[in-house]
């Protein structure tokens, strides 16, 4: 039992420490001209996918403006919805 307090009062401690440690902010020099310097583009946003894969806003909305291979692969993808309906449906 005597060392409980002991044991408490090191804890306590111990937490005050790490929080003034992490409280502490990093040390910017505002003049260095690397930190003001534009990122580089990441992979993923260098080469945007195609509309097949991802809608987006660059992508084509009306039907006219898609391509061939889109329209048959949503023809098919919607066909083979439709299969599985009525395959749902007979059951």
């Not at 409980?4 to 440690?21: E, I």
């Not at 990093?26 to 534009?38: S, Y």
């Not at 509309?51 to 898609?66: I, L, M």
Request: aromatic share 6%; hydrophobic share 35%; with cysteine.
């Amino acid at each position: 039992m005597k060392s409980s307090p002991c044991r408490l009062l090191a804890g306590t401690f111990m937490l005050a420490a790490a929080s003034a440690q992490a409280l502490k902010a990093p040390e910017v020099n505002l003049r260095d001209p690397t930190i003001w310097e534009e990122k580089a583009a990441s992979a993923l946003t260098a080469n945007p996918q195609p509309c097949e894969v991802f809608s987006g806003p660059h992508c084509a909305v009306w039907e006219d403006e898609k391509s061939d291979i889109q329209r048959e692969r949503e023809r098919r993808e919607q066909r083979r919805w439709q299969n599985g309906y009525e395959n749902l449906r007979r059951e």
